[in-house]
């Protein structure tokens, strides 16, 4: 299935008109893990022409692309999913060995984007227009008829991050494709061979030549030129506030969704169940070595709460399996040196400033132990910059109206968990912060996938959704006939 996708030498090339081509500039990236740093693969380091190129071949197969009908469109999607569900362990395995997952949630994440796949097709079958007559407005007529339809914007620039290369590329290329547009797929350099396996499985499954395109590169090379590119006509992007913010700066009026950062609050009140939340928290916190923008970032509880809390958190946490992603564990390396670096600057940061080190603060090359910190104060680094790592902190407070006004007070705002029996006191917190999404006891998480999910502030910018983001992608098409009856 995944023939000519790369040679024997593990150089992968770009998926350009239906074909796997190497780039004129013969420069390639290693791609290594970041279990062991052995070397995976290598992806093309393509050139601005070869992204004048991609773009105009996506320009030329989308005027066939937008007449297809929806039927096919969908047979497609279906297919895919089923491809997917089928080379879901070999898959995974790429996702292991090129961003540390481990395997569970590397399995998990295909499977899951097989599901959101399918979800979009079914939900394509659903898309109707409207029909609208000018007599229901006063002075109107029922010689006036306006027919309401989606048309799709154009070209997609997708642009995936290295924690899920294959679930949020296809968030952003299935929705994009049932509605009609073409797709330009810039995966992650550490992640870039997931994301070229997934555009292997779309072209397998009868994609028209020319309707996804891929380009590998360097952001710091071709970056800035293709979100600038005047061909480019949405950009989905996922990944830091700080880049989201330049290609904000930067993109003109080229409509933008974005899905950046987080510091996500885990709000606990006295009458919550704690045992519950300690699991809750662990999980969300810990996945993935907290590599998620999702993840809780920092609790926020009472003295009374905190004081029974940290036993639970520190029991779990030191329960936690910590090692190789092939094997059954949760903490796994995060994915480079310098990640690993910011996070345990934090966690100095921190340590120096008096916070309480309950456990953790232990670290091997780019393999951080999982770390709670206590009495955490807001003049440390850790209570507002997100670690993407496995550290949290608790930031005691004197009641819920002060865990409101330092929750609120973060450059971010994606999400927040209220914690509480009081389902009173839960929409009272819930109302007043400040995030797209709050969860009441449960950790913050993305999905169901056709659920909204959305940050406000710097977490972001637009609705994102199965639905929600066909609806972003596609527009409005008017045609009023003036009857003559």
Same mark, same amino acid.
């Given at each position: 299935?995944?023939?000519?996708?790369?040679?024997?030498?593990?150089?992968?090339?770009?998926?350009?008109? $239906?074909?796997?081509?190497?780039?004129?500039?013969?420069?390639?990236? +290693?791609?290594?893990?970041?279990?062991? $740093?052995?070397?995976?693969?290598?992806?093309?380091?393509?050139?601005?022409?070869?992204?004048?190129?991609?773009?105009?071949?996506?320009?030329?197969?989308?005027?066939?692309?937008?007449?297809?009908?929806?039927?096919?469109?969908?047979?497609?999607?279906?297919?895919?999913?089923?491809?997917?569900?089928?080379?879901?362990?070999?898959?995974?395995?790429?996702?292991?060995?090129?961003?540390?997952?481990?395997?569970?949630?590397?399995?998990?994440?295909?499977?899951?984007?097989?599901?959101?796949?399918?979800?979009?097709?079914?939900?394509?079958?659903?898309?109707? $227009?409207? =029909?609208?007559?000018?007599?229901?407005?006063?002075?109107?007529?029922?010689?006036?008829?306006?027919?309401?339809?989606?048309?799709?914007?154009?070209?997609?620039?997708?642009?995936?991050? *290295?924690?899920?290369?294959?679930?949020?590329?296809?968030?952003?290329?299935?929705?994009?494709?049932?509605?009609?547009?073409?797709?330009?797929?810039?995966?992650?350099?550490?992640?870039?061979?997931?994301?070229?396996?997934?555009?292997?499985?779309?072209?397998?499954?009868?994609?028209?030549? @020319?309707?996804?395109?891929?380009?590998?590169?360097?952001?710091?090379?071709?970056?800035?030129?293709?979100?600038?590119?005047?061909?480019?006509? *949405?950009?989905?992007?996922?990944?830091?506030?700080?880049?989201?913010?330049?290609?904000?700066?930067? =993109?003109?009026?080229?409509?933008?969704?974005?899905?950046?950062?987080?510091?996500?609050?885990?709000?606990?009140?006295?009458?919550?169940?704690? +045992?519950?939340?300690?699991?809750?928290?662990?999980?969300?916190?810990?996945? /993935?070595?907290?590599?998620?923008?999702?993840?809780?970032?920092?609790?926020?509880?009472?003295?009374?709460?905190?004081?029974?809390?940290?036993?639970?958190?520190?029991? &779990?946490?030191?329960?936690? &399996?910590?090692?190789?992603?092939?094997?059954?564990?949760?903490?796994?390396?995060?994915?480079?040196?310098?990640?690993?670096? *910011?996070?345990?600057?934090?966690?100095?940061?921190?340590?120096?400033?008096?916070?309480?080190?309950?456990?953790?603060? &232990?670290?091997?090359?780019?393999?951080? /132990?999982?770390?709670?910190?206590?009495?955490?104060?807001?003049?440390?680094?850790?209570?507002?910059? +997100?670690?993407?790592?496995?550290?949290?902190?608790?930031?005691?407070?004197?009641?819920?109206?002060?865990?409101?006004?330092?929750?609120?007070?973060?450059?971010?705002?994606?999400?927040?968990?209220?914690?509480?029996?009081?389902?009173?006191?839960?929409?009272?917190?819930?109302?007043?912060?400040?995030?797209?999404?709050?969860?009441?006891?449960? &950790?913050?998480?993305?999905?169901?996938?056709?659920?909204?999910?959305? @940050?406000?502030?710097?977490?972001?910018?637009?609705?994102? $959704?199965?639905?929600?983001?066909?609806?972003?992608?596609?527009?409005?098409?008017?045609?009023?006939?003036?009857?003559?009856?």
């Amino acid at each position: 299935m995944f023939k000519n996708l790369c040679n024997e030498e593990k150089i992968y090339k770009n998926l350009y008109n $239906g074909e796997w081509v190497e780039s004129s500039t013969n420069k390639l990236i +290693e791609v290594k893990s970041p279990v062991d $740093g052995q070397l995976i693969g290598k992806i093309q380091a393509v050139s601005k022409e070869e992204v004048d190129k991609a773009i105009a071949n996506t320009k030329e197969a989308g005027k066939a692309w937008a007449k297809t009908p929806m039927y096919e469109r969908t047979k497609i999607l279906n297919k895919v999913a089923e491809l997917l569900d089928a080379r879901c362990e070999e898959i995974a395995d790429i996702l292991v060995a090129e961003i540390g997952k481990d395997k569970r949630s590397s399995v998990s994440e295909v499977k899951r984007t097989a599901d959101y796949i399918r979800f979009t097709a079914n939900l394509g079958e659903s898309l109707e $227009g409207e =029909s609208l007559s000018g007599d229901r407005f006063p002075g109107g007529s029922k010689k006036k008829l306006c027919l309401v339809e989606r048309v799709p914007l154009g070209t997609v620039l997708a642009i995936a991050p *290295f924690n899920y290369p294959v679930n949020l590329a296809a968030s952003k290329i299935a929705p994009a494709l049932i509605g009609g547009n073409t797709v330009l797929l810039k995966p992650p350099s550490q992640g870039a061979i997931s994301g070229l396996y997934l555009a292997a499985v779309f072209n397998e499954a009868g994609l028209p030549k @020319g309707v996804l395109n891929t380009i590998t590169g360097k952001g710091s090379e071709i970056g800035d030129y293709v979100v600038t590119h005047p061909g480019i006509d *949405f950009i989905n992007f996922t990944g830091s506030s700080d880049v989201g913010q330049h290609i904000t700066e930067i =993109s003109s009026k080229t409509p933008l969704m974005l899905e950046l950062g987080g510091k996500d609050a885990a709000i606990v009140l006295e009458d919550a169940d704690l +045992e519950n939340v300690a699991e809750d928290i662990v999980l969300g916190a810990y996945s /993935y070595s907290g590599q998620r923008c999702t993840a809780v970032k920092r609790i926020l509880a009472t003295n009374e709460v905190a004081d029974k809390l940290v036993p639970m958190l520190k029991e &779990k946490i030191e329960a936690l &399996k910590v090692g190789n992603p092939n094997e059954d564990v949760t903490i796994v390396p995060l994915i480079d040196d310098k990640s690993a670096d *910011f996070v345990q600057g934090l966690i100095d940061d921190a340590m120096e400033k008096g916070a309480t080190l309950v456990t953790g603060n &232990k670290r091997e090359k780019n393999l951080i /132990y999982p770390t709670l910190f206590d009495n955490v104060t807001v003049d440390m680094r850790i209570a507002w910059e +997100e670690p993407f790592g496995p550290v949290l902190p608790i930031i005691r407070v004197k009641d819920v109206d002060e865990a409101i006004d330092i929750a609120n007070r973060s450059e971010y705002g994606l999400q927040s968990s209220v914690f509480t029996k009081d389902i009173n006191k839960a929409f009272y917190i819930a109302k007043q912060l400040e995030v797209g999404v709050v969860q009441i006891n449960n &950790k913050p998480e993305r999905g169901p996938d056709h659920f909204p999910f959305l @940050g406000v502030k710097a977490s972001g910018m637009g609705t994102q $959704g199965i639905g929600y983001s066909i609806e972003a992608m596609t527009r409005h098409k008017v045609i009023v006939m003036n009857l003559d009856i």
